[in-house]
Every structure is written in C-alpha cells, then in structure tokens.
C-alpha cells in the first residue's frame, strides 16, 4: 500500500466503508476474527471492496467482542503512521453505522484501541511496492 494512496481522499472513503461493513457484521451479530486491511480486497479500480479469510467467523452478540474485533481494524492506523484523527474517526463512523448505540460498545472500542495501540505504532511498516 503506497502512501501516496494512503493520504488520498479515496484511501479515506475505503477506510470509512470498511468500518460500516464491519458494523453491519457485527449487528448480525457475527465476528471476523481476523480483522485487518490485509483481508479487505478492492474491486471495480478501488471503488467497492469484499472482506475475505472468513474461515474463522463466528456468532456472537458479546460487545466485548464485538469491540475487540473492531479494535483490530482500527489500529492498523497506528501502524501506517495515518495523520491525527484517523482512529477516531473511524471509531465514529463504525459506531454510526451500527444498530448499537449504546456508549457501552464506544468505552469497549476505545479502551481495546488504547491499551493495544503502542504495539501498533513500533510494528515495522510493510514496504512500499
């Protein structure tokens, strides 16, 4: 992932419809397991995208859980150094997109993002291609 890619407009929409994909998983109550950029493929020049690796899925209606998994989605912001704003952003957008709107599952996001996020930020980037 380029970063002239990763600090365009579009990049950002992805990012956005990622996190409203996996909210509409969630209010299924169903969990990924394996949430990260690498397993959302982009189709037709970038403009939709498919969640793979779905081997692992599971039901669940655990906020906890469901929180988790999200976690994992947006910490991958830390790792790939996103300008300032970027995790909360997408906290806002997955939190708007689901049925839940319970301040419950926003405490459980953000506290799973914040005790993890150091880990995310000393993660070696991949290289550009």
Sequence with gaps: ?????????DFSLLLSKGAE?????HDANFLHGDLKWSNFL??????EMLLSD???????SSRRLK??????????TFQYDLKEGVAEDL????LGASKDGSGILKRYVEN????????????PLLTDR
């Design 1 to 9: 992932m380029d970063t002239r890619f990763r600090s365009s407009r």
């Design 21 to 25: 994909m996996i909210a509409r998983l």
């Design 42 to 47: 982009l189709v037709k020049d970038r403009s």
């Design 54 to 60: 779905l081997d692992g899925i599971k039901r669940s």
């Design 67 to 76: 929180a988790k998994d999200f976690a994992r989605f947006v910490l991958s």
């Design 91 to 94: 906290i806002n957008t997955y």
């Design 112 to 123: 799973w993002v914040s005790r993890r996020k150091a880990h995310y930020l000393n993660k």
